[in-house]
């Protein structure tokens, strides 16, 4: 572990010569992890995409249980009242608010790392596994491409598609985030556009499927990015889809309300081959403290938000994909 502006310097080096590495980044943007030829270094375990470091025989794994220890919607509405007021001065116009729930699973860390049925994964030994579906950004060519993911249903719901699609709060919710994450795009390339906006994908779970709401956006790099890429990323942190808009008085917002740091969870990570990156927002996570497993999860927060609702969205998200 080092200070993720180190990270920065490492994939600036990396990147101008064209050599391969795995990088991670908290939240707060303090600490991350840097790791040089990482399928050779198999020291923390990462998939993303169709690379990965870990061998293709898979560990045995029983069948696999999660229960929620306990729950404590009481103190999530007390966080939920100070970001709606944050939303009523203006502060923000949407919010990422996270929860931390104790949990206990029959299953390893590294089980359940290598067991997800997810696009990107990362295994911090002891420490944390994360087996995300959403992507941060990738850059292939000159191009780089953002994909923000809002809006969640049970997809064993009647007409589970309609309703999350017609639903005006996930929509109002969706846009917001799209809008941040263009300006984003902004920052670093040029010709930004939205390629596809609001498409829903499915997500098995362990406790069955749901449907979540995606969008593409596109921008065009210099053909320079390679020696740049720490630069590139780092600017775009904290990411839009976890954090909100906007961004800098919605983080503070974040620290105000959810009281702790949230460290990796919520950060980022991401493997560079020599040409492309691919990189993954840091949900559906899992971390151990003292032997004690905790499940991190959340959901935006607009001023339409209803706090139960928000509550059962928090603990819907707690699942194995397996």
Known sequence: MIAANSVRLEMNRCGKIHRPFLFGVDFEIKKGFFSENPLEDKRILFKAGDISNVETALPPCPAPQLEILHTDAAA???KFKIVHKGLLYGNSFLLNLTERTPIRTNLTLKQIFCHSRAKYKVLFPERFVCFSPESFVRIQGNEIST????????????????????????????????????????????????????????????????LQTSSEITGQLSGQWHGQIGDI??????????????KPSTVKLIKEAEGIARGYYSGVFGYYDGQTLDSA???????????????????????????????????????LSI
Do not use: W
């Open 76 to 78: 999530y509405t007390s």
């Open 147 to 210: 994909y923000p993911m809002k809006g969640t249903i049970d997809a064993t719901l009647p007409d589970a598609e309609s309703l999350l699609m017609n639903n005006y709060k996930e929509e109002c919710e969706h846009y917001t985030i799209v809008d941040l994450l263009r300006n984003d795009l902004n920052i670093v390339a040029q010709n930004v556009q939205v390629r596809q906006f609001r498409y829903v994908e499915n997500i098995r779970t362990l406790k069955g499927e749901i």
């Open 281 to 319: 927002v840091m949900i559906r996570f899992i971390e151990k403290e003292n032997g004690q497993y905790f499940f991190r999860s959340g959901g935006g927060i607009t001023i339409n938000s209803k706090a139960e609702e928000e509550y059962e969205e928090v603990l819907e998200k707690i699942y």
């Open 233 to 246: 990323i780092f600017r775009l942190l904290p990411a839009g889809s976890i954090s909100g808009a906007p």
